[in-house]
């Protein structure tokens, strides 16, 4: 008999809706039933492509035994931490106070009033290397409950209490200046690795926020060593094994330092920042590479997570059918070099073992590589590559594919969108643009109410129960004012506009200038979390800050630029002293200057030819954070075209700054001088 989670639209949930454990949604009923049968709470935190969340679900909550155990004594409770972010930020917090470390799947014990009082992350079936097992935990847990109940109560107080009081506290909301930022450059150079690129040690993650900062810094200083940081890192990324050599798009994280072997799920976040990443850096330095690599992981994108509805799905598994029915991490993406024979023969193979970086003892695991572009002196030819590159991949589509988690999360469409809309501007590829546009009419249609406040999560078009958290009306206003942009549809410059009201009524620390990842009217936990830092995409916090100052710079809006401004306090804290993880709080803090700068391009029609060269500069000018506008000088649709006219009846662009206004001008080529010095 299917559980409660039968009728959830997480595809993570419904994994666990066959399981054995009468498992609870997150909610109120839960917390009652707990009080009414007098049990803890068991809280189990995971999502859909996370691999020791399925490999816990397979060994403890698929078993009847341990399912008896837990149904016995503990009201079980499972969260999927991409629909509930706020209640996976407040406990993670918790645990890792606790234990000092932290990750899914997220196991804690908690009294029915939701207070933690202990804390874990995986759990074995079986005692191993120091760990006990899921059983012994459990009966431990129930010991403690049963017998030991006011030291439980104290436990979990003391928590709550060391919570209450770890406030942020940033030091005054004052943007950061030109020494702050110049100290977070040089701290980013002290972590960075000039062999391999990138930033510290195995693991090594994607730093693509990091990156936008490199390429603002240097847009805006001229500074050299942030321009060959940025590109030698987005070099050593795309010919890696963490780029999809053969499909586009990048895994998650490489395990090692060299960037070889992925941990092989690709989320939807990382590939929408890193989309916009290469596309930035294309437009920074002309890069062939980069112009490839935004293509391909826009393509991916498109491909393979838009969903019938036309938003995008959250992910792709990092484990697949090897084939014999076993579920294996990488399984569709690795080669052997029998396998390159088998499909391309022996002459054909010879050539991509030595392109792709296929060894005899392999780069994987069981003989195995994973695909990568090495460094080498040999010429190949470019037809011949193209061909095996086709035959692979047309092979590899008949493996077993990743399971694909399809519920659509606001804020990861947002910035797909915004990727999408300059992707497809950058290169004239319309189709991407199109994209682009679908979801963000999907998230319009179906995350927005009438008062414009956003859902998190939607799947198969029906809306899920969850309100939408910071991030979510960050990211979505920062999709639609790319889109504002490049369509010129004044339309989702409005939509952003409702969004961030939102924002500035119900996410703002009136007192401290500081953000709250969740709304003043939210559900009460026992925490309201407000994390500052960026760690796999944008927190919150500085998303809400770059969207409120591109907002500003479009409409003149004081309460916005000053929301901004008191926002960026936390970068001049933070980006000195941790500048990885605090990376678009520091490219928004160079386009605050900056100025931004405002461009409005005003023609006879938008598709006049010499208004589109005069716009297509505008979006390809470097100025850190430069906001665009297109429109006729009586359109109305933006607040930069007004009293804006034609210059003796031909197209012109205006480009300001800081109030003041550089005379207009016919010539694309000027306008390339003006944004780009």
């Known amino acids: 008999m299917p559980n409660r989670l039968a009728h959830e639209t997480s595809p993570y949930l419904l994994q666990h809706a066959d399981n054995p454990v009468d498992w609870w949604p997150w909610s109120a009923e839960a917390f009652e039933e707990a009080r009414k ?15 020791w969340c399925h490999v816990m679900a397979h060994e403890s909550f698929e078993d009847q035994e341990t399912a008896d155990y837990l149904n016995a004594h503990f009201v079980s409770v499972k969260v999927d931490r991409e629909e509930r972010p706020d209640v996976d930020a407040v406990y993670m917090e918790a645990v890792q106070a606790a234990t000092g470390q932290g990750g899914w799947p ?12 202990y804390f874990g992350t995986y759990f074995p079936p079986s005692p191993r290397q120091g760990m006990p097992s899921f059983r012994q935990v459990l009966e431990g847990v129930r010991g403690a409950w049963t017998d030991r109940r006011d030291e439980v109560a104290d436990v979990a107080g003391k928590i709550v209490r060391d919570l209450a009081g770890r406030e ?27 062999q391999r690129g990138g ?54 994280y490489s395990v090692d330092r060299d960037w070889v072997v992925p941990h092989f799920e690709k989320m939807l976040y990382d590939n929408a920042l890193l989309c916009r990443v290469y596309a930035h850096l294309w437009r920074a330095t002309g890069s062939e590479l980069a112009r490839r690599v935004a293509l391909e992981t826009a393509d991916f994108m498109v491909r393979e997570l838009r969903t019938n509805e036309g938003g995008f799905a959250s992910a792709l598994d990092a484990d697949s059918d090897d084939g014999t029915g ?45 695909l990568q572009l090495p460094q080498q002196d040999e010429l190949f030819d470019a037809e011949k590559i193209a061909s095996i590159r086709e035959r692979l991949l047309r092979r590899r589509a008949t493996r077993p594919g990743p399971g694909r988690d399809d519920k659509i999360v606001a804020a990861w469409n947002g910035l797909a969108i915004a990727a999408l809309a300059e992707t497809g501007a950058y290169f004239d590829r319309p189709d991407l643009v199109e994209a682009a546009l679908g979801a963000a009419d999907l998230l319009v249609r179906l995350h927005l ?26 990211d979505v206003a920062e999709g639609f004012l790319a889109l504002a942009s490049v369509t010129g549809e004044g339309v989702w410059l409005e939509f952003a506009g409702f969004l961030l009201d939102h924002v500035l009524a119900r996410f703002v620390d009136e007192e401290s200038g500081g953000l709250y990842d969740t709304a003043a009217d939210a559900e009460r936990l026992i925490r309201r979390p407000q994390d500052p830092t960026d760690n796999a995409a944008p927190s919150g916090w500085s998303a809400a800050a ?10 003149g809006a004081e309460p916005h630029r000053t929301a901004a401004e008191r926002a960026l306090g936390v970068v001049k804290a933070l980006g000195p002293r941790v500048p990885r993880f605090i990376g678009w709080g520091l490219a928004v803090a160079e386009a605050n200057l900056d100025g931004p700068r405002e461009v409005a391009v005003v023609g006879p029609t938008t598709e006049d030819a010499a208004t589109k060269a005069l716009h297509r500069t505008a979006l390809l000018g470097t100025a850190p954070g430069a906001v665009v506008a297109v429109g006729t000088p009586e359109s109305g649709e933006f607040p930069l075209l007004a009293d804006r006219p034609l210059r003796q009846g031909q197209p012109a662009a205006y480009v300001c700054r800081n109030f003041t206004c550089d005379a207009p001008t016919t010539d694309p080529e000027q306008l390339r001088t003006a944004l780009n010095r």
């Open 37 to 51: 049968s007098d049990k803890p709470v068991l809280l189990s935190v995971g999502y859909s492509s996370c691999h």
């Open 106 to 117: 997220m196991t804690v014990f908690l009294t029915p009033d939701a207070e933690p009082f």
């Open 168 to 194: 942020i506290s940033y030091g005054g909301p004052e943007a950061p200046g030109e020494q702050e930022l110049a100290a977070a450059l040089l701290g980013l150079t002290r972590e960075y690795d000039p």
């Open 199 to 252: 930033f510290g040690g195995a693991p090594k993650f994607p730093p693509s926020m990091a990156i936008e900062f490199l390429l603002r810094h240097h847009a805006r200083t001229g500074a050299e060593g942030a321009l060959q940081m940025a590109q030698d890192t987005c070099e050593r990324m795309a010919r890696g094994g963490i780029y999809d050599q053969l499909g586009g798009g990048f895994a998650r």
């Open 326 to 370: 076993r579920h294996v991490e990488g399984a569709y993406y690795v080669w052997t070099p029998e396998q390159l024979r088998e499909v391309l023969g022996d002459e054909d193979a010879d050539l991509a073992v030595r392109y792709f970086g296929v060894t005899q003892e392999g780069t994987f695991e069981e003989g195995s590589s994973v």
């Open 449 to 474: 109410d009438e008062q414009a406040r956003i859902a998190r999560t939607s799947k198969d078009g029906q809306v899920g129960a969850n309100a939408g958290v910071l991030e979510d009306y960050a």
């Open 546 to 555: 770059g969207a409120l100052l591109s907002y500003a710079a479009q409409t």
